[in-house]
């Protein structure tokens, strides 16, 4: 068999020009990649011209809907066609994971958005083809996965609101399953680290799911806490924002308000966040992928790529004379 080293030295190219070429990469002038197929021909190693997609499947808890522009967009670059399952966590058995193999594949790879898995389903996975994790928290031997970094998430946003002369921060914890999950812990432990830097102490924990806790924050602010961090883009933050100017707090200059985590709403409301690189990591997730698929990358142990979070200053925590940052 004609090898790439044969074609590039054939082509006058390297191989990894002769890879991307033959993998239908992007990057590569259309002389250049001319000059790789007329050398592929004369060898006796004809290759296609029509682009061939890979076929992937998506399956992603509805927490990883964001990601779903991002994959979509990252997936013309290597290039791949994407089948998205929208499922609950409780429906990722290995019998359900069959069945989607059996009547749409058969698929060159998969991608796990923000699932919880059991190894018996990764496994299954597995027996199939490889598969990418997508800002998941497993820990099966070997893995690939691609995360935002949720220490930093939660320490550059803790410092941001110390920058702004806030000594009493608040936190926001809204379930013990989320706060227990590794990104809850790893948000926590930036809030600390953050705080413990600065010589200060959490100005009070506030858990949503006790009965008492949206009543005591309403008390609490301004006398308990003068800002406050929910560490996912809740949907209450809004309400609880009006529900402080109705009583005549300022915002930010008496009470500044931040979250964990972008969304169309936190947008609207003015809310500074920690926005996730959601189209870098849906890239390095289908970069990963590509390599396993073109035996680039062949596991042994583990890998996993994260990329840092982004500080987006908005009107809940705006200095007078500050730039607001707008949304793209």
Known sequence: MITNEEIAKEAGVSTATVSRVLNHLPGVAQATKEAVLAACERLG??????????????????????????????????????????????????????????????FDGAVLVDCEVEKEVMAELQKHMPVVECRNYNSFEPEASVLVDDFQLGKKLTEHLLENGKKRIAYVIFSEKMQNRPHGIERLDGFHAALMRAGCTPA????????????????????????????????????????????????????????????????????????????????????????????RLNLQESMQIRYQPELIVRDSTRKNGDDIQPAP
């Open 204 to 295: 009070a924990f506030y858990h949503l799911e006790e009965e008492d806790s949206w009543e005591r924050m309403m008390a609490d602010a301004g006398t308990v806490f003068d800002a406050i961090i929910f560490p996912e883009p809740f949907n209450s933050i809004l309400p609880f924002a009006r529900a402080l100017q109705d009583r005549g707090f300022r915002i930010p200059e008496d009470l500044q308000i931040a979250a964990c985590g972008d969304s169309q709403t936190m947008e609207l409301g003015g809310i500074t966040v920690m926005r996730q690189p959601l189209f870098a990591i849906a890239g390095g997730a289908l970069f990963l992928l590509d390599s396993m698929m073109n035996g």
């Open 45 to 106: 190693r004809p290759i296609s011209r029509e682009v061939v997609r890979r076929k992937v499947l998506v399956i992603s808890v509805p927490s990883g809907v964001s990601f779903i522009e991002p994959l979509v967009q990252a997936a013309t670059v290597y290039p791949m066609s994407l089948l998205f399952r929208n499922v609950y966590p409780g429906d990722l058995t290995v019998e359900n994971i069959a069945e989607d193999i059996t009547l749409d594949g058969p």
